[in-house]
């Protein structure tokens, strides 16, 4: 199924937008209005495919507003998730500057915008700018530490710990609240703490029975934190 991509190129915020104070500050207005010249706003859908593993790196591109999860296919077709990116976050591949392909795939989990500025283009600012690059590489070596802490926290942990780890960073991270829908499935988050399906349904059941969380479809309510941060500890 081919995925239709909306675009917008005519409204331009980059003198106002918060990337600009994470990274763009170094850069003038002349450099800004190139930027906003080039860059493209790209709207996506839950589920469709933002790229793929082996795609071509034409963009730079940081995630505006929604939720994409990065992954690799494994032999067996598997998923296996990487991370789960909030918006204000780069969502290029780490390899962007020094590979021509994408290693990973992305996707959206939630309706999202994606705002893309030509990777050449990029390239050229760090060439004649150092302030910038020294920004950007301080900003893609946090996201690539927020990727490895993210891995390491899950994986020494048990079942019930990895659950919840993962229903404290959605609730704590992601949506800042202890009532939220739940943007993967059981099945994604087994994939992205490397556990079975059925293990993750079990576990989550015993959290509903002990009274720890209630759920209704994808709405997850925390009602217990103090217990699930003590599984989470203990995992």
């Given amino acids: 199924m081919t995925t239709v991509v909306?675009?917008?190129?005519?409204?331009?915020?980059?003198?106002s937008c918060e990337l600009r104070e994470l990274v763009f500050s170094s850069l003038d207005d002349e450099d800004i209005n190139i930027v906003?010249?080039?860059?493209?706003?790209?709207?996506?859908?839950?589920?469709?495919?933002?790229?793929?593993?082996?795609?071509?790196?034409?963009?730079?591109?940081?995630?505006?507003?929604?939720?994409?999860?990065?992954?690799?296919?494994?032999?067996e077709g598997e998923e296996q998730?990487?991370?789960?990116?909030?918006?204000?976050?780069?969502?290029?591949?780490?390899?962007?500057?020094?590979e021509e392909r994408y290693r990973y795939s992305l996707s959206a989990l939630e309706d999202s915008v994606v705002c893309c500025v030509r990777i050449d283009l990029?390239?050229?600012?760090?060439?004649?700018?150092?302030?910038?690059?020294?920004n950007l590489i301080s900003l893609l070596s946090k996201t690539s530490e927020n990727i490895i802490s993210l891995s390491l926290e899950i994986?020494?942990?048990?079942?019930?710990?990895?659950?919840?780890?993962?229903?404290?960073?959605?609730?704590?991270?992601?949506?800042?609240?202890?009532?939220?829908?739940?943007?993967?499935?059981?099945k994604e988050i087994a994939d992205l703490i490397s556990m079975s399906s059925a293990n993750v349904i079990r576990t989550f059941s015993e959290f509903r029975r002990d009274g720890i969380i209630k759920a209704n479809g994808r709405t997850i309510e925390i009602a217990d934190i103090q217990k699930l941060e003590v599984i989470s500890r203990r995992g």
Avoid: M, W
């Fill in 81 to 98: 998730i990487i991370t789960i990116t909030r918006p204000l976050e780069f969502v290029s591949n780490t390899n962007a500057f020094h």
């Fill in 155 to 186: 994986r020494q942990r048990n079942l019930a710990g990895r659950i919840a780890y993962v229903l404290l960073y959605f609730s704590n991270e992601i949506f800042k609240s202890r009532i939220f829908e739940l943007p993967v499935s059981r």
């Fill in 6 to 15: 909306k675009t917008n190129k005519k409204s331009c915020s980059c003198l």
């Fill in 36 to 75: 906003c010249e080039a860059r493209e706003e790209r709207a996506y859908a839950r589920g469709e495919i933002i790229h793929r593993e082996g795609d071509l790196i034409h963009d730079f591109k940081y995630l505006k507003t929604g939720l994409v999860k990065l992954y690799k296919s494994t032999n």
């Fill in 122 to 134: 990029i390239r050229q600012l760090i060439l004649r700018n150092g302030r910038f690059a020294l």
